[in-house]
């Protein structure tokens, strides 16, 4: 496969650079254990990458949960207040986001999550690693950011935001969910998916490139500068 040259970097947040989605899973399945309801891998899979609202109705429908979407948003919150201050870094993504940082590679943050959700999981303690990117866009509380993952619009509207404004097939996107990875895809741009190993291989068929962690990814595959040895 022949991967093309790119000049412009969009992160996805969670579960790509926070390793918040294990906080997810323990914060819904409280949640839903309440109500003797299972939250399976399987409809994690279906609405990681959607925006908060988006992700609360497919909650409550899939799971007949006697609640509304918006009681389900009030419980998460409870939840991610107590868990996600505490948000550990995924393998290589300080790397690598520094390498782009220090090789002048412009990098976006285009993340589903809530500007306050962003809050509760950098501010503690990766404030200074989230400086690098100048370009954020927060999807659940961007009224420019119409639909959720997996239609395009974050990226879309992310990439605008570079004050060269490139083109989609210049802008190369890291991702771990499947809806993500449509995301991108549906923009024009190539993706780089660094998949939860539980996801089916069936699924992943759609990204650019498959890698297990960021620590394997190599830049110059994409025209960007390599790691130094
Ligand atoms: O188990 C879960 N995974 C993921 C999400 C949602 O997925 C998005 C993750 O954002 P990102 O695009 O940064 O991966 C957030 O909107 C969050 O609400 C969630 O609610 N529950
Ligand atoms: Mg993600």
């Known amino acids: 496969m022949a991967f093309r040259p790119v000049t412009h970097v969009l992160f996805d947040m969670d579960g790509l650079i926070l390793n918040t989605e294990d906080l997810y899973t323990v914060a819904f399945q409280n949640i839903v254990s309440q109500y003797g309801k299972n939250y399976t891998f399987d409809l994690k899979l279906k609405l990681m990458g959607l925006q908060t609202h988006e992700t609360a109705d497919m909650v409550v429908s899939a799971l007949n949960l006697p609640i509304t979407s918006e009681q389900f948003i009030e419980e998460s919150k409870k939840q991610f207040d107590v868990l996600f201050p505490d948000t550990k870094l995924m393998p290589g993504a300080k790397r690598l986001i520094e390498h782009f940082h220090n090789n002048n590679i412009p990098i976006g943050l ?5 500007k306050e959700s962003y809050d509760l999981k950098v501010n503690k ?3 200074e690693l989230f400086s690098l990117f100048p370009n954020k866009t927060f ?18 509207v992310s990439a605008k935001r570079f004050p060269d ?9 890291f ?10 895809k549906a923009a024009g741009m190539q993706v780089v998916m660094v998949p939860d190993p539980r996801v089916p291989k069936n699924l992943t068929a759609d990204a650019t490139l498959v890698i297990d962690t960021l620590v394997d990814f190599k830049p110059e595959l994409f025209g960007l500068p390599p790691f130094k040895p």
Do not use: M, R, W, Y
């Open 110 to 114: 285009a993340t589903s999550s809530s």
């Open 125 to 127: 303690h990766h404030t």
């Open 139 to 156: 999807g659940s509380s961007d009224p420019e950011v119409k639909n959720g993952k997996p239609q395009p619009d974050i990226f879309l």
């Open 165 to 173: 404004n490139p083109k989609p097939e210049q802008c190369l996107v």
């Open 175 to 184: 991702e771990d969910a499947v809806n993500g990875v449509l995301a991108a």
